[in-house]
């Protein structure tokens, strides 16, 4: 059951970084396609089975955020906020396109470094 969790997870992670990647495109080229509500709905969908699957896993690894055990947890928690964060920049209140793009950098690099963190599963710190 933990096996088909996980995968579940890292596909909907896949596909959600898919989805912001193809909006960011989409806003930079003006396109009229950001407005279509598969759009709108498809990514608040997905990023819901994201934070539900890994609720999940929480749960049945037994690690959790904000111990010592789950230090690595916590820190990959706050590169998830990092990402969503600068998301929300990038498709919503940036000014120019130049922020925009520092923006949709910032937060790639975040979402790599929650991979990395969830793959090794080793803080920053330790």
Not at 4 to 12: D, E, R, S, Y
Not at 63 to 71: A, C, D, L
Request: glycine share 6%.
């Amino acid at each position: 059951m933990y096996a088909a969790f996980k995968h579940l997870h890292m596909t909907a992670i896949a596909l959600s970084v898919l989805l912001f990647v193809a909006r960011y495109l989409m806003v930079m080229a003006n396109s009229s396609l950001i407005e279509k509500k598969f759009l709108k709905v498809t990514p608040h969908v997905v990023d819901t089975l994201v934070l539900l699957t890994g609720i999940v896993l929480i749960f049945m690894t037994g690690f959790m955020p904000f111990t010592e055990s789950g230090s690595w947890l916590t820190q990959k928690l706050s590169c998830v906020l990092a990402y969503i964060a600068l998301g929300y920049f990038t498709l919503h209140h940036g000014k120019n396109k130049v922020f925009k793009t520092f923006a949709f950098l910032g937060s790639l690099g975040w979402v790599m470094a929650a991979a990395k963190i969830a793959v090794t599963k080793t803080s920053f710190l330790g």
